[in-house]
């Protein structure tokens, strides 16, 4: 090839790889751009979203609706109802502007709503308003009571007798309707044949106002499983990050709560447990094996361990089939937010101190002093 040829063909070359870088560009310019157009259009769509949430669903309808807000209800509850009468565009939007302007002190009422109504009118009128009836008596459920406890509870408060509540709260046509009725809690998961009381761990310890002298045991029991509704909504965000049912949470949390007294200790306690869990050991804590023998113990002994129950978690790894008890808050938080340790062992000495050891050998060591020898 002479020289000229040579030369032309360099520059022949040249020109088509500028060409090709070109229309490289071009693409690479023309991709950027669709794609800075989809992300402004997401961004963008979702500004007017919210934008549009926030504002009234009909300003020119000034039409209102009575609508009941019931006693205990979050403002996840509240933005439900809302959004059902077609107050506000969405219950979400609505709990999180409720969480972003830190309002709080919502009441109980009977309430005229119009669609034409802001936000702000409407969380107004929510911290203004006033109990519709006078409380004619209230119980209290303290922490971790059991079903059979609660009923005695409540047979000294009301008229209804033990053996009643016991019937209705584990009647299966009872619990499905039930259900049916609060799915955001209750699944199949209670109906399992291995569960001793299906709605075990549901009835959220709290003190309630009734209204009326003589509610039934049927209303009783959905107030407070209300109550459960609510508290678990609150914490949704970390059941979700641990990948938690709320069966699993309340079977945990009921746990911790029949062996901790003090916040610090269910953390801890709780760190216990997921190590356990994690390496596939058995958790081994006695208050399920009392449980599973359904009677109280003052000490748990060895042949007690031996009681042939799914709930025996010295015999089964992992959780027991169900909560063994009526968590409160403090246990749930600790069941969501555990300690980091590195504990596999804890005991209660006779004074209440609750000893954390990592080894079996250093539980042994605390065991034979404060347990053995008293």
Same mark, same amino acid.
């Given at each position: 090839? =002479?020289?000229?040829? *040579?030369? /032309?063909? $360099?520059?022949?070359? #040249? +020109?088509?790889?500028?060409?090709?870088?070109?229309? @490289?560009?071009?693409?690479?310019?023309?991709?950027?751009?669709?794609?800075?157009?989809?992300?402004?259009?997401?961004?963008?769509?979702?500004?007017?979203?919210?934008?549009?949430?926030?504002?009234?669903?009909?300003?020119?309808?000034?039409?209102?609706?009575?609508?009941?807000?019931?006693?205990?209800?979050?403002?996840?509850?509240?933005?439900?109802?809302?959004?059902?009468?077609?107050?506000?565009?969405?219950?979400?939007?609505?709990?999180?502007?409720?969480?972003?302007?830190?309002?709080?002190?919502?009441?109980?009422?009977?309430?005229?709503? =119009?669609?034409?109504? *802001?936000? /702000?009118? $409407?969380?107004?009128? #929510? +911290?203004?308003?006033?109990?519709?009836?006078?409380? @004619?008596?209230?119980?209290?459920?303290?922490?971790?009571?059991?079903?059979?406890?609660?009923?005695?509870?409540?047979?000294?408060?009301?008229?209804?007798?033990?053996?009643?509540?016991?019937?209705?709260?584990?009647?299966?046509?009872?619990?499905?309707?039930?259900?049916?009725?609060?799915?955001?809690?209750?699944?199949?998961?209670?109906?399992?044949?291995?569960?001793?009381?299906?709605?075990?761990?549901?009835?959220?310890?709290?003190?309630?106002?009734?209204?009326?002298?003589?509610?039934?045991?049927?209303?009783?029991?959905?107030?407070?499983?209300?109550?459960?509704?609510?508290?678990?909504?609150?914490?949704?965000? #970390?059941?979700?990050?641990?990948?938690?049912?709320?069966?699993?949470?309340?079977?945990?949390?009921?746990?911790?709560?029949?062996?901790?007294?003090?916040?610090?200790?269910?953390?801890?306690?709780?760190?216990?447990?997921?190590?356990?869990?994690?390496?596939?050991?058995?958790?081994?804590?006695?208050?399920?094996?009392?449980?599973?023998?359904?009677?109280?113990?003052?000490?748990?002994?060895?042949?007690?361990?031996?009681?042939?129950?799914?709930?025996?978690?010295?015999?089964?790894?992992?959780?027991?089939?169900?909560?063994?008890?009526?968590?409160?808050?403090?246990?749930?938080?600790?069941?969501?937010?555990?300690?980091?340790?590195?504990?596999?062992?804890?005991?209660?000495?006779?004074?209440?101190?609750?000893?954390?050891?990592?080894?079996?050998?250093?539980?042994?060591?605390?065991?034979?002093?404060?347990?053995?020898?008293?």
């Amino acid at each position: 090839m =002479s020289e000229k040829k *040579s030369k /032309d063909y $360099i520059e022949e070359k #040249l +020109k088509e790889k500028h060409h090709e870088a070109k229309i @490289v560009r071009r693409i690479v310019f023309t991709v950027f751009v669709i794609l800075m157009l989809v992300l402004t259009g997401v961004i963008g769509g979702g500004y007017f979203y919210i934008k549009n949430a926030l504002k009234p669903v009909d300003e020119q309808n000034k039409e209102t609706k009575q609508i009941e807000i019931p006693i205990g209800s979050s403002p996840t509850t509240i933005g439900k109802i809302l959004e059902e009468n077609g107050v506000v565009h969405n219950a979400k939007i609505f709990r999180y502007y409720v969480k972003f302007k830190s309002e709080s002190g919502f009441q109980a009422g009977e309430y005229a709503f =119009s669609p034409s109504m *802001s936000l /702000d009118e $409407i969380i107004g009128q #929510l +911290k203004q308003g006033k109990i519709m009836q006078e409380v @004619v008596f209230q119980v209290t459920i303290p922490e971790g009571r059991q079903l059979t406890q609660i009923a005695t509870i409540l047979a000294s408060r009301t008229n209804i007798k033990e053996e009643e509540f016991l019937e209705v709260v584990n009647d299966p046509e009872f619990v499905k309707k039930m259900i049916d009725k609060y799915p955001s809690i209750l699944t199949d998961d209670v109906l399992n044949e291995e569960v001793k009381y299906p709605l075990e761990g549901y009835l959220f310890p709290a003190t309630y106002p009734f209204y009326v002298e003589e509610p039934t045991v049927e209303e009783i029991i959905e107030t407070m499983l209300q109550k459960t509704v609510e508290v678990v909504a609150e914490n949704e965000d #970390l059941m979700r990050q641990k990948e938690y049912t709320p069966h699993q949470l309340l079977t945990m949390a009921s746990m911790i709560e029949a062996e901790a007294t003090n916040q610090e200790d269910r953390q801890y306690i709780a760190s216990v447990f997921y190590n356990r869990l994690e390496i596939d050991m058995a958790l081994q804590t006695d208050p399920t094996v009392l449980y599973a023998l359904g009677e109280h113990k003052e000490r748990t002994l060895y042949e007690h361990l031996e009681v042939d129950s799914p709930y025996n978690t010295y015999l089964h790894t992992g959780l027991p089939p169900g909560p063994i008890a009526n968590a409160g808050a403090s246990s749930i938080e600790a069941a969501l937010k555990p300690a980091e340790s590195e504990y596999f062992y804890f005991l209660a000495t006779p004074d209440g101190e609750v000893l954390f050891n990592e080894t079996l050998e250093e539980h042994n060591i605390d065991k034979n002093k404060y347990i053995s020898t008293n």
